[in-house]
């Protein structure tokens, strides 16, 4: 199967700051990445879809200028949490996807705002 | 209704039972069905994908399909203990960005 990196795979930031997540496709093109958040013993939620060279589409609820999202290449993606709160807390996974193919996931980062 | 169902289980097997886990979808227009599974505390991995009506097999693993009743299940055969974690069934959406759509999970728990 493809392979999906992501960077870094933990982080522990000060409530007020701003982490960035690194999502790649390393095998293949990424047409459309996904980006999910996953708090503990809950199902995947998808956060916002992006398109290479397009602005991110995000699902209901998902505060867009919280979380900043580019796709700035067919196999980059990065995901902006900006002024972390404890609530942000939680496990971000991204996936990719080429054309309309299966869709792969990256192994996540756990991120922990104290 | 939720456009995906799977009972949460959790769903306890004996080693080397055959596991069975079922999953239905509202959106009869879907033409995509995967199984990913997911360990605790790490993100989900794709074990099989399935787009016609009927069976397929994948090693120790075979997805079924049944588009009238709208209907996918994956069974697992001489079932490990290594299999106990979490199974997401996903179905690709038809409009947009063709999202997948994912059930809660079901937890299979093997027992040696």
């Known amino acids: 199967g493809a392979v999906v990196s992501q960077h870094p795979s933990r982080v522990i930031c000060k409530s007020g700051t701003s982490v960035k997540i690194e999502c790649r496709s390393l095998?293949?093109?990424?047409?459309?990445m996904f980006w999910y958040r996953q708090f503990p013993k809950q199902s995947l939620m998808l956060m916002a879809t992006?398109?290479?060279?397009?602005?991110?589409?995000?699902e209901q609820g998902v505060e867009k200028d919280k979380f900043l999202i580019n796709h700035a290449s067919l196999t980059l993606s990065t995901l902006t949490v900006t002024s972390a709160h404890p609530e942000d807390s939680s496990f971000y996974i991204c996936?990719?996807?080429?054309?309309?193919?299966?869709?792969?996931f990256g192994p996540g980062t756990r991120l922990l705002v104290l | 209704q939720k456009e995906v169902e799977q009972n949460s289980g959790p769903l306890s097997v004996p080693e080397g039972a055959i596991a069975s886990l079922n999953c239905t979808y509202s959106?009869?227009?879907?033409?995509?069905f995967f199984w990913y599974r997911q360990y605790s505390g790490k993100s989900p991995e794709l074990i099989m994908f399935i787009y016609s009506n009927g069976d397929k097999e994948d090693g120790r693993f075979t997805a079924q399909l049944n588009k009238a009743s709208q209907y996918v299940s994956l069974l697992i055969r001489d079932s490990q203990p290594s299999d106990s974690a979490t199974y997401l069934c996903?179905?690709?959406?038809?409009?947009?960005?063709?999202?997948?759509?994912f059930g809660t999970g079901t937890r299979l728990l093997v027992s040696p």
């Open positions: 959106d009869r227009g879907s033409q995509s």
């Open positions: 996903a179905v690709k959406g038809n409009t947009g960005f063709q999202k997948l759509v």
């Open positions: 095998d293949f093109q990424a047409t459309t």
């Open positions: 992006s398109n290479e060279g397009s602005k991110a589409t995000y």
């Open positions: 996936s990719a996807r080429e054309q309309q193919e299966t869709q792969y």
